[in-house]
């Protein structure tokens, strides 16, 4: 399975079985597709390039791994561009395999079925996607209920409002304004109750566990589970917002690649535990990845190698 997101290109390798999924391999690079998308409504040749070759180095990986049918999936960047078939074609040339472009409903199913496998907490659920493009949110209990894909992202936002390094109050509040606005226009899709258990995924939420919790180096076991409180994330925005972005680069648990849109990020969800009054987010680790690997071969009906 390899997710190609605004930010990032993700390789998961696992086998599905009756008790769910067992991974085999799980890989990360930031390629910044989405760089521009927000302004031009195109993917550009450098950031089409380079994500290209991460897709067919991860489709190789895969392969070498022994895995079987290897589906690719596209979400916000791809989505929103114009010359999306560029992707299309360019990713079947490099790999002799088709591309799924996933509509944001698809994108928040898949990612409320990758959050909540195994998860032991008060429902209902609801599911913060953080992407670099777009945030989904959903709501349920089993499955999901109801559900919404916003065009806001640590990438897209950055682009609009954040031109300093570090960025400036002004600039940080209008990425505030910008996440509020859309967020107060989703509470009529999902509701103005707030949730039993905020489930937060994707690199944002992640790295920012990983630094509150004071990680020499990313531990993917520690932060699985970990829980942010308000307090934590407000404070953790304030430090981040204080550094320049070689600063924030310099964090053990930083991954290369995030340092500039990171803010951005973590403001959405800051402004996401505010509009629906929770003191806490519950991190997870395994999100549209491994929803997408789950639907894609059941349990029992085979594996992804």
């Known amino acids: 399975m390899i997710d190609v997101g605004t930010n990032s290109v993700r390789l998961l390798v696992a086998d599905v079985t009756e008790a769910g999924l067992r991974e085999v391999e799980r890989d990360l690079v930031i390629t910044r597709l989405g760089e521009r998308v927000d302004r031009d409504r195109r993917l550009g040749p450098e950031p089409l390039r380079r994500t290209v070759a991460a897709i067919a180095g991860y489709a190789e990986?895969?392969?070498?791994?022994?895995?079987?049918?290897i589906r690719i999936i596209a979400t916000s960047a791809v989505r929103d561009a114009a010359n999306r078939a560029e992707f299309v074609a360019a990713v079947s040339r490099a790999t002799d395999l088709g591309p799924e472009i996933l509509s944001g409903e698809q994108e928040a199913a898949l990612g409320f079925l990758g959050a909540t496998i195994d998860l032991d907490a008060d429902p209902p659920y609801l599911v913060v996607?953080?992407?670099?493009?777009?945030t989904e949110l959903v709501r349920g209990t089993g499955s999901a209920e109801r559900w919404i894909s916003l065009d806001i992202g640590s990438v897209r936002l950055t682009e609009r409002h954040i031109v300093s390094d570090p960025?400036?109050?002004?600039?940080?509040?209008?990425?505030?304004?910008?996440?509020?606005?859309a967020l107060t226009g989703a509470i009529e899709s999902l509701g103005a109750a707030s949730p039993g258990t905020l489930v937060g995924l994707a690199g944002t939420i992640t790295t920012a566990a990983a630094i509150a919790l004071g990680l020499t180096g990313y531990?993917?076991?520690?932060?699985?589970?970990?829980?942010?409180?308000?307090?934590?994330?407000?404070?953790?925005l304030g430090d981040l917002i204080a550094m320049t972005s070689e600063q924030r680069r310099a964090l053990p648990a930083m991954p290369r690649g995030r340092e500039d849109v990171i803010v951005a990020g973590i403001v959405i969800l800051e402004q996401v535990m505010g509009v629906w009054d929770?003191?806490?987010?519950l991190v997870s680790e395994?999100?549209?990845?491994?929803?997408?690997?789950?639907?894609?071969?059941?349990?029992?009906?085979g594996d992804t190698r």
């Not at 960025?167 to 606005?181: C, K, L, M, N, Q």
């Open 129 to 134: 996607d953080i992407g670099g493009g777009s």
């Open 167 to 181: 960025p400036t109050d002004r600039e940080v509040a209008a990425v505030r304004d910008d996440a509020v606005r």
């Open 219 to 236: 531990d993917r076991d520690a932060v699985h589970r970990s829980r942010l409180s308000r307090e934590t994330v407000g404070r953790v």
């Open 278 to 281: 929770v003191e806490e987010v």
């Open 286 to 301: 395994t999100d549209i990845l491994d929803g997408a690997a789950l639907a894609a071969f059941p349990a029992g009906d």
């Open 61 to 69: 990986r895969a392969s070498i791994a022994g895995a079987g049918p």
